[in-house]
């Protein structure tokens, strides 16, 4: 059974950096894309970034310019560098890896907690 293990999450302050990595127990063929999403309390869960198999990537407006994705679908290995993080950053961002067929795969989750 495919499972995607992220790793990185934690308690930052306001202007700082974390890296979110994301790996797939299994290999998983034919990807997609792979991308994070997050989702804060009481919000719904919203495309953070994703990076497609050619490498075009994608980034919602308010993390354009301080977070880079970065990706390798062969190895079903993906990366968010989140810097100046802001307090409105805080959710739990959770990766996702998109087969050809448009299978989705999801990890359980980490929190990301931004200090103003």
């Known amino acids: 059974q495919v499972q995607l293990v992220e790793f990185g999450g934690g308690l930052v302050q306001a202007g700082g950096s974390l890296r979110l990595s994301c790996a797939a127990s299994?290999?998983?063929?034919?990807?997609?894309?792979m991308g994070w999403y997050r989702q804060a309390p009481g919000n719904q869960r919203e495309l953070v970034a994703s990076?497609?198999?050619?490498?075009?990537?994608n980034y919602a407006d308010s993390v354009k310019g301080r977070f880079t994705i970065s990706g390798d679908t062969a190895k079903n290995t993906v990366s968010l560098q989140m810097n100046s993080l802001k307090p409105e950053d805080t959710a739990v961002y959770y990766c996702n890896q998109q087969t050809t067929l448009y299978r989705n795969y999801w990890g359980q989750g980490t929190q990301v907690t931004v200090s103003s």
């Open positions: 990076i497609s198999s050619g490498g075009s990537t």
């Open positions: 299994v290999s998983i063929l034919k990807l997609r894309s």
